[in-house]
Nanobody, 120 residues
Framework: QVQLVESGGGLVQAGGSLRLSCAAS????????MGWFRQAPGKEREFVAA????????VYADSVKGRYTISGANAKNTVLLQMNSLKPEDTAVYYC?????????????WGQGTQVTVSS
C-alpha cells in the first residue's frame, strides 16, 4: 500500500506564502513524475504543477506560473510546492499525486489533501 501525505496547508493573507510538502510512505515504488492538483468548493479538481524526474523538468498551470515553484527528490518520492503571492482564488484543497508508470501515464496515487485558505 502506498500513501501520499501532504502537510503545510493553512490560512494566510493575500500576498503571503505557504509551502506544501508531500511524502510517500508504505510500499516502495518508483515514480515517473509527481504533482499537485487543487479543488476549490463547487469546482472540479484542476492541475497545478508537476515535476518529471527525468531532467527534473517542471510544468505549471497558467494561473500559478511565476508564483508557485515545484521541487522534490526522486529517490525519496517527495515533492514540495512553494506558493508565493497568494490570492483568494488560490483557496482550495491541494492534493499531491504520483504517476508510478515507467514512461508517463495516469496519476496512480493521491494524497488526502491539505486545505489552503487565502483571505483578502
Amino acid at each position: 500500500q502506498v500513501q501520499l501525505v501532504e502537510s503545510g496547508g493553512g490560512l494566510v493573507q493575500a500576498g503571503g506564502s505557504l509551502r506544501l510538502s508531500c511524502a510517500a510512505s508504505g510500499r516502495p515504488f518508483s515514480s515517473y513524475r509527481m504533482g499537485w492538483f487543487r479543488q476549490a468548493p463547487g469546482k472540479e479538481r484542476e492541475f497545478v504543477a508537476a515535476i518529471r524526474w527525468s531532467g527534473y523538468s517542471t510544468v505549471y498551470a497558467d494561473s500559478v506560473k511565476g508564483r508557485y515553484t515545484i521541487s522534490g527528490a526522486n529517490a525519496k518520492n517527495t515533492v514540495l510546492l512553494q506558493m508565493n503571492s497568494l490570492k483568494p482564488e488560490d483557496t482550495a484543497v491541494y492534493y499531491c499525486a504520483a504517476d508510478a508508470s515507467k514512461y508517463g501515464g495516469t496519476w496512480d496515487y493521491w494524497g488526502q489533501g491539505t486545505q489552503v485558505t487565502v483571505s483578502s
